[in-house]
């Protein structure tokens, strides 16, 4: 099929003396978290094997709600020796996580002093469909017992002894406390609230996950979620982003203001979007991209805490 569409972009340049740029979707039609692959193709003569092509660059979005999972490296191949006829070609793996009917703009490619478009494609993304008109039910009929009601109160004082013993408790310290009060001179009281800095919180837990080798659990979902929940948090304490209540891409939106290195700002929007990947679209990373992403984290709070200075 590869060769076939070759074939097709040889003709139109050999027989129209033209340069083709192409873009095609494996399927035009995915569910929430699916993946399909985007193909970008540029067919152009280098005769004198100088022609400079001018690639379209992708960061880690194609559109807004169109997210790259993963690319190769676009690459040249000869496909026709004797008129030195290339192909130039990229794959992207992409996905969505959001539902809707979502257009794919022409890319630009450059050839030399010319400018070159490929067509717009529409990306139509849906959410599984719920049976609603099915009714809730019990699975077996209510009855009802014979419970006479000595019975219960014996019960309950058996299963809620606590709320009788805890209050006479609660009564015999207030009445010892105010015995001895009047006994002794009042005292101003100082409450000192310790706040433990977010770094130690957080490479704690971090810590806590590496020692108990947490990413070789097959239950990747739980591991990236206690791994995310503890980035968030020290995101939350450390910078004020209030990621506990946000989505990832709220987050992301969030970074771009924070005082945070563009190294740092990649690798959060990274694993944060691995982590979407393996609670809804059931992503299945290796045990080594797992653990990878935890020493990322440890070394991201490491960089990034607050350093106290001593008078």
Known sequence: MKKFGLIILLSFSLFASAQV??????????????????????????????????????????????EI????????????????????QQALLITAFEPGNFQILPLEIRLGDSLYMTDTLNLLVETVELD???AIYDIKPIYGIDYPLEEQAKDWIVTYWY????????????????????????KEIVYIEEVIPAHILALKALLELKDKEAWKTSEKKKYYSELTDTVRLYLENRFDIH???????????????AN??????????????EA????????????DEA???LNKSIDFVERTKTVEKND
């Not at 999972?69 to 130039?88: C, G, M, P």
């Not at 009445?175 to 002794?184: A, D, H, I, S, V």
């Not at 990621?243 to 203001?257: N, S, Y």
Request: charged letters at 30%; a neutral charge.
């Open 243 to 257: 990621a506990m209540e946000k989505t990832t891409r709220e987050i992301i939106t969030d970074l771009k203001l």
């Open 69 to 88: 999972v993963k690319k190769t490296v676009d690459q040249a191949t000869l496909i026709d020796s004797i008129r030195e006829i290339y192909v130039r």
């Open 132 to 134: 609603t008109a099915k």
């Open 260 to 273: 945070i290195s563009e190294d740092d700002k990649y690798y959060l929007r990274k694993i944060l979007r």
């Open 276 to 287: 979407d990947m393996v609670k809804f679209a059931k992503f299945n990373p290796s045990d």
């Open 163 to 186: 709320w009788i013993v805890i209050p006479l408790l609660i009564l015999a310290i207030i009445l010892l406390y105010l015995y001895f009060k009047k006994r002794q001179p009042e």
């Open 21 to 66: 740029a192409n873009i095609t979707l494996d399927t035009n039609h995915i569910r929430i978290g699916e993946q399909t692959v985007l193909k970008i193709q540029f067919v152009y003569p280098d005769t004198s094997h100088k022609a400079m092509v001018i690639w379209p660059e992708f960061d880690e979005q194609l559109t807004d709600n169109i």
């Open 291 to 293: 653990f990878a992403y």
